[in-house]
């Protein structure tokens, strides 16, 4: 932290995310005796075809914000991370951002030795998520306290990209954008989360 300068400290939280949208819903399939498809049929179809359940989770996300870092050629920092010098605009005009260039690399150098980079704290965000999680599921109820309930589940059922480090891995929120301009991959995108999940579920209930 450069105490001549600590206005370049005041930024965002790592965890700052300015829009998030989570939705659930639960979906009963009109198919089966009582229903308004195969509402007449015998036992054994209604057995089979009728009273499943859709669910689902639909999360889009804002990504996380993160800094240019740098290297501290001569240990000036003990407590906090040196940032790169800013000499440009991270998005200039016309700039189209991929995973290959996240941001304009050339807009951020490595500062000289002894000096305190220019730019400020998490002035980038990270990619965020675009999530659909859904369940397909049935209880088939022996009597009234018994049943068994089969469930098959998809996560990002679309396989969606999701770029970012695993949360069920990973030990804190770590850029997926390679941060640094003295690294060879500065700039890219450098960490996905796992593609489409699928799983099978079953349990008595009693």
Do not use: C
Request: glycine share 10%; net charge positive.
């Amino acid at each position: 932290m450069d105490e001549h300068n600590p206005s370049r400290d005041y930024g965002l939280s790592d965890f700052d995310v300015p829009q998030r949208f989570v939705t659930s819903f639960v979906y009963q399939l009109p198919v089966g005796r009582g229903r308004r498809f195969l509402s007449s049929t015998n036992k054994a179809v209604d057995l089979i075809a009728g009273g499943w359940q859709v669910t689902g989770i639909t999360t889009f996300q804002k990504g996380f914000p993160f800094s240019v870092l740098a290297a501290d050629k001569l240990g000036l920092l003990t407590s906090f991370t040196q940032r790169a010098n800013q000499v440009g605009q991270a998005y200039p005009s016309g700039f189209q951002k991929s995973i290959n260039e996240w941001f304009n690399t050339a807009a951020f150098t490595q500062p000289l030795a002894g000096q305190f980079g220019s730019s400020g704290r998490n002035i980038l965000r990270q990619p965020g998520i675009n999530n659909w999680d859904v369940g397909f599921g049935k209880t088939f109820n022996f009597t009234e306290r018994i049943g068994f309930q089969f469930r098959a589940e998809a996560f990002n059922i679309f396989n969606h990209t999701q770029y970012g480090y695993d949360p069920f891995t990973s030990t804190g929120i770590a850029s997926s954008v390679d941060n640094n301009p003295n690294d060879p991959q500065y700039g890219k995108v450098i960490a996905a989360r796992p593609g489409r999940i699928l799983q099978l579920g079953a349990k008595f209930i009693f």
